[in-house]
């Protein structure tokens, strides 16, 4: 069974907690994200057996001694549910410990999925209601059918026996709101083990939509303000920027 992709990328120590991670980048999807990179929803280029990643990172794994985590990124890795399951269960019999992000959009291929893996990413984009989150996706897949979805994604999530992280892109005069964050958070508490607050960049450009090209970076003083928010509802909350190391957010103490 063949899956696409557009990256490979070893010796990543950032994107699995803990572990040196290959990470492939698999482009395409349903969506069309307004701040990011077209190519992020372009369909892959490249494509190869499942074998060919099991060997691929096998081969890593001995050569370094120490990649022990395979991460699956992109908008939307389960657009390619059964070949994404596939190597899943072959990596995971091979010992690797496997990340996978998702949107919520494939409930049943990520239900299929949780046996297989040990840490899960939510990307959830904007408080869930149609007029505010619809633009985030494009206009190619229906907000009612992405909500009903994401719903039972969020369901299965919360028995699930993986490593849960809900993660928010903050965009200055977009969803850079404590009511944003408020409700986001409340909607993911009883399953979230982290949300994690991570800063918009506009790069690399063009951006699927220019105007989004114009923004610029949140400040990290900013970031902090909205994660104590989150804070108020989960029980660990991360701010992540491009220019430091990952912050646990602490819940000030109530006078």
């Known amino acids: 069974m063949e899956l696409s992709y557009s990256t490979i990328v070893n010796g990543n120590t950032n994107a699995y907690p803990g572990r040196m991670a290959t990470v492939v ?18 369909t892959p280029q490249l494509k190869e057996d499942t074998s060919f990643f ?58 299929a999925l949780l046996p297989h893996v040990s840490h899960v990413s939510l990307d959830l984009k ?22 009903s979805n994401l719903l039972k994604a969020m369901a299965f999530l919360e028995n699930a026996p993986v490593y849960k992280e809900v993660t928010t892109t903050v965009i200055p005069g977009v969803n850079d709101s404590a009511d944003v964050f408020d409700s986001i958070s409340r909607q993911v508490k009883n399953f979230a083990d982290q949300y994690a607050l991570l800063q918009f960049t506009p790069f690399p450009k063009p951006l699927a939509d220019p105007v989004f090209e114009k923004i610029s970076p949140p400040t990290r003083a900013s970031l902090l303000t909205l994660a104590q928010v989150a804070r108020s509802h989960v029980g660990r909350v991360i701010v992540r920027c491009f220019e430091s190391e990952d912050q646990e957010v602490l819940l000030r103490a109530q006078r």
């Not at 899943?88 to 010992?95: D, I, P």
């Open 25 to 42: 980048k698999i482009s395409g999807g349903p969506f069309r994200v307004p701040y990011l990179s077209p190519g992020e929803s372009e």
């Open 54 to 111: 099991v060997n691929f990172i096998s081969q890593q794994r001995e050569e370094d001694g120490e990649t022990s985590a395979v991460v699956f990124s992109g908008v939307e890795p389960l657009w390619q549910g059964n070949a994404l399951l596939k190597l899943c269960s072959q990596l995971k019999a091979l010992g690797f410990f496997i990340k996978v992000e998702t949107s919520g959009f494939y409930a049943e291929d990520l239900r």
């Open 126 to 147: 904007h408080k869930l209601t149609e007029p505010l989150y619809a633009p985030m996706l494009g206009s190619r897949v229906s907000f009612t059918v992405f909500y």
